[in-house]
């Protein structure tokens, strides 16, 4: 049977909007434009935030029930909607992913992911409740002492870099955020384990 193209869902007729890559008068990189009207559909940077929320001695620490990295764990972080503050997006995604109410106390690290067009912000942060549970982006979620930590089942290498920053920052309030980790950093963090 032929296929019947207004059965799609997609509107008849020619593509309209953002449908053309090149590079705009005034810019100096291709970007998705609209040949009709001018309109560039600038695609920009994520920004992720996150913390290492703790209670007494323990690390809050999820398992991804999403992908990427489903069954993984990490620290309770995502995306930043709009018309929130980065740590209130924190809050937000410490409830979503750990039902987890807790208290920003500083930034920590602020890490640039570029192959992946991410900028992640990972705030240190104290439980307000040790009773915490699985929201729906999450198998499971546990308090971790540090020598529990499950270091070769977490899902991304920032959550490793911004447990290592949060432990060598312990008593500590006037610091600077971390950024990305040099090699030589790396390395040494490699022998710690």
Known sequence: ????????????????????????PGEDRERLTCP?????????????????????????LCRRAIEPRKGYWT???GFMEERESTMEGAAR???????????????????????????QMIFRARLLSPDVSAGPESQEVGLFRWEEIPWDDLAFPTVQWA??????????????????????????WERML
């Open 93 to 119: 995604e410490a409830w979503e992913e750990a039902r987890a109410k807790i208290a920003i106390d500083s930034l920590l690290a602020v890490y640039d992911i570029p192959r992946i067009s991410q900028v």
């Open 36 to 60: 009709d009207c001018g309109y560039i559909a600038y695609q920009n940077p994520l920004i992720v935030v996150g913390s290492v929320a703790t209670w007494e001695d323990r690390i809050l």
């Open 163 to 188: 447990l290592r920053e949060h432990r060598s920052r312990l008593g500590r309030q006037d610091f600077a955020p971390a950024v990305n980790p040099t090699p030589d950093v790396l390395a040494q």
């Open 75 to 77: 620290l309770p972080a």
């Open 1 to 24: 049977m032929p296929h019947d193209p207004s059965s799609s869902g997609l509107p008849a007729g020619p593509l309209k909007g953002p449908r053309v890559r090149t590079i705009p």
